[in-house]
């Protein structure tokens, strides 16, 4: 199975007449356009299996579904969020030195609570 990632507006061809196109990507969703000959059926994998038909077997397995709420999902941690943190801590230093180191002290807290810092080396691994 050929495996590609697109990013919004780009679009893949198959032969000649086939055009998938990734719209958008927000929120873990994706919208996609699809434009094919009509002899060609377009089915949701969704509405397949529900009809009795298989899941092809090139298909990674769907993840296992666990009963947690989104709150409780794990935190993924990239460099975009460490360069924030890093940017907001700089600031809080400058904060400290100012006449503000109070309210400074107060965002330290509160950003602490967001990212606490036992979870910074686990996530920083993953």
């Not at 055009?19 to 059926?41: H, K, S, T, W, Y």
């Not at 969704?46 to 009809?51: G, K, P, Q």
């Not at 400074?104 to 996530?123: G, Y």
Request: charged share 35%; hydrophobic share 40%.
């Amino acid at each position: 199975m050929l495996k590609l990632t697109l990013l919004p507006d780009e679009y893949l061809v198959i032969r000649d007449d086939i055009i998938v196109q990734l719209v958008r990507a927000a929120g873990g969703r994706a919208d996609v356009a699809i434009q094919a000959p009509r002899e060609f059926p377009i089915v949701r994998g969704a509405v397949l299996e529900r009809n009795g038909g298989q899941r092809p077997a090139c298909l990674v397995p769907p993840p296992k579904k666990k009963g947690r709420t989104y709150r409780d999902q794990i935190f993924r941690w990239n460099d975009d969020r460490e360069r924030a943190v890093r940017i907001m801590k700089q600031v809080l230093d400058r904060l400290d030195q100012s006449e503000y180191h109070e309210e400074a002290k107060v965002l330290r807290t509160q950003l602490d609570r967001i990212i606490p810092a036992f979870w910074e080396d686990d996530l920083a691994e993953k």
